[in-house]
């Protein structure tokens, strides 16, 4: 059964220099504290995978914690471009960063390979999109349709954020999420933080409940995943996205807010900060 740790024991056994780790999301329940974690033990050398990487991976691209992303789309959402990814890709600024660039469903595909247990996944797609180098083609044996194949991803660690744990280490989450589970089943080690840990977990409509055996690590963080949301624990802060625009664009003022707002808070101590800090 999954250890229940604090974060900072959790991520120092689980998350390694050199290692391939995912923080999955979607727009909620993104790993904010189990990343800002990872930056403050400075980890280096990680590639770094995620459907869609925003602010939570431009602070640890900008704090020199990945030489490798893997993506399928890249940005501060509504807002525009994330800064200090653009900047170790143009410029190799803190160090540079090779890319390797999915559609989402070849990535979610990818995950469900390697959960599965598979070497690859097939679809249709990849054609005429330019991340034809992504994939290779392969002829169907049945059929002699020619599809895209793409290799399986199995991260070293994934970590996610949801609700609820309760004492044997099984996660509860519901409202919108992404390919967390695939990416959990697909993980050598895990992390989940959450919002609560409680003595029996609560059916909920649209509920996923993740079990233990699947999970290494449970770890406690109350608003683990600001500034984007935990549904039925709190909303978005969009102002914080609004504001990261002119904090990242900066590398001086870049590094000011991350010394402030992540290096010098322990962990986890609830949202950290906000971006007008």
Same mark, same amino acid.
């Given at each position: 059964?999954?250890?229940?740790? #604090? ?9 390694? !220099? ?9 727009t909620?329940?993104i790993?904010?504290?189990? #990343? ?10 990680l &590639?770094?995978?995620r459907? &869609?990487? /925003? ?9 020199g914690?990945?030489?490798?992303l ?7 959402? #509504?807002?525009?471009?994330l ?16 890319i ?7 990535l ?5 390979a ?10 249709r ?26 290799a399986?991803?199995?991260? !070293? ?29 697909? =993980?050598?080690?895990?992390?989940? &933080? ?6 029996h ?7 996923v ?6 999970? &290494?690590?449970?770890? $406690? ?5 600001h500034?984007?949301?935990? =549904?039925?624990?709190?909303?978005? /802060? ?6 990261? /625009? ?5 590398? !001086? ?6 010394? =402030?707002?992540?290096?010098?808070v ?5 949202? $950290? ?5």
């Amino acid at each position: 059964m999954a250890q229940i740790l #604090g974060l900072a024991d959790a991520v120092a056994a689980l998350v390694h !220099d050199g290692d391939c780790v995912a923080l999955e999301g979607f727009t909620h329940l993104i790993p904010f504290a189990a #990343g800002h974690e990872v930056i403050r033990q400075r980890r280096r050398e990680l &590639t770094l995978v995620r459907l &869609t990487p /925003d602010l939570i991976y431009d602070q640890m691209i900008g704090m020199g914690c990945a030489s490798r992303l893997v993506f399928s789309w890249g940005g501060n959402p #509504g807002v525009g471009s994330l800064h200090r990814f653009r900047d170790a890709v143009e410029h190799g600024w803190p160090a540079p960063l090779a890319i390797e660039e999915h559609s989402h469903a070849g990535l979610t595909n990818r995950y469900v390979a390697g959960a599965a247990g598979l070497p690859f996944a097939v679809l249709r797609g990849y054609a005429g999109t330019g991340l034809e180098s992504a994939a290779r083609t392969i002829t169907c044996p049945f059929t002699g349709e020619r599809l895209a194949a793409v290799a399986a991803m199995r991260p !070293d660690v994934t970590v996610i954020h949801a609700q609820r744990a309760d004492r044997s280490g099984n996660v509860q989450m519901w409202g919108l999420t992404g390919v967390q589970k695939e990416a959990v089943l697909a =993980a050598g080690r895990s992390l989940a &933080t959450v919002e609560e840990i409680v003595e029996h977990l609560e059916p909920v409509p649209g509920g996923v409940v993740i079990p233990g055996w699947v999970l &290494t690590a449970v770890s $406690l963080a109350p608003g683990g995943c600001h500034p984007s949301y935990a =549904a039925g624990y709190s909303e978005r /802060d969009n102002t914080f996205y609004e504001a990261w /625009d002119e904090v990242s664009r900066d590398r !001086d003022r870049f590094v000011s807010w991350m010394e =402030a707002n992540v290096l010098q808070v322990e962990a986890p101590q609830g949202a $950290l900060g906000g971006a007008g800090r």
